[in-house]
């Protein structure tokens, strides 16, 4: 889904959308911040506040978030393409941050009160997780401090997302683009969904971080959609501000053009 969304809905690129018929289930969440891999394929890298606010930029892109990714008119100085990912966008970066920080303080559930613990069987049960599942699941640490290692292999469960991640996409407004700034390869047309994706996670938080290190007068006030009070798609002098949208209009996509907001 969240593949569609970005590659297909926000892109404008319905080419790109494909059935989603990998299995998912709501993930355990308290040991997410811990890992230092998340998502079902293990393919996001975590660990660091700006590692996290990737995982999760990404999540929000793929579902409710407002995503119109538009090309520079100057390509950038090394010649890629420029892409300005933040106006038009919505991903409540503050908000974001709130939810890592929460999630961090989760522990796994208590086992119920009164419920009966046949403590007698905790030895031998420590020794069979030690023969058969710690060589994966044991908690070592990882390169990242405060995280542990997450093996990421085929172990014969279903493949079917990691598959899907390797399919090629069109790349749209974003071909030509690195990283901003002007980190990692260009991104080709088509390339990998997966690349695709990474692109508009990493230019998004980056071009968040490099915003807030301006001062507030040169900001582009892309974020704006994200910080509920200014506008959205400035420039045209028809700008709107949205306040609170209601939960509706944020399931149906929306479009900025001619620096407007419709739909
Ligand atoms: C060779 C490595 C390996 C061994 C050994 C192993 N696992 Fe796993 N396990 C994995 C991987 C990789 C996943 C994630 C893939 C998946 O969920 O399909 C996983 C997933 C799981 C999950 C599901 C977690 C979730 O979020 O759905 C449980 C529960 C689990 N293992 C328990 C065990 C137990 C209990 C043992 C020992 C009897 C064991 N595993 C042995 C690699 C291993």
Redesign the pocket.
């Known amino acids: 889904m969240i593949f569609n969304r970005v590659a297909g809905l926000d892109l404008d690129l319905p080419a790109n959308i494909r059935l989603a018929d990998a299995p998912v289930?709501y993930?355990?969440l308290w040991d997410a911040a811990r890992q230092d891999k998340t998502q079902w394929p293990g393919f996001a890298q975590n660990g660091l506040d700006v590692l996290a606010m990737g995982r999760n930029v990404g999540e929000v892109l793929g579902v409710f978030a407002w995503f119109h990714p538009t090309g520079g008119i100057l390509p950038a100085p090394d010649g890629a393409r420029h892409v300005e990912y933040l106006r038009g966008s919505s991903p409540d970066f503050v908000g974001l941050q709130k939810l890592e920080t929460t999630i961090r303080t989760l522990g796994s559930p208590k086992w119920p009160e009164g419920w009966p613990v046949r403590r007698d069987l905790q030895a031998s049960g420590q020794q069979?997780?030690n023969q058969?599942?710690a060589?994966?699941?044991a908690e070592r640490d990882a390169v990242i401090p405060g995280t542990w290692q997450t093996?990421?292999?085929n172990?014969g469960?279903?493949p079917k997302e990691w598959n899907n991640l390797q399919a090629m996409s069109a790349s749209g407004v974003l071909t030509g683009s690195r990283q901003p700034p002007f980190i990692g390869d260009r991104l080709k047309d088509p390339d990998t969904t997966k690349n695709m994706l990474a692109n508009a996670v990493v230019g998004t938080v980056l071009e968040d971080l490099w915003e807030n290190a301006l001062p507030s007068s040169k900001r582009k006030g892309g974020m704006a959609c994200g910080r509920r009070s200014t506008p959205i798609c400035t420039g045209s002098g028809r700008e709107k501000s949205i306040s609170n949208p209601p939960i509706s209009s944020r399931l149906t996509p929306t479009r900025c053009s001619n620096n407007s907001m419709t739909g």
């Open positions: 289930r993930p355990f069979i997780f058969r599942c060589e994966c699941h093996p990421v292999r172990i469960t279903d």
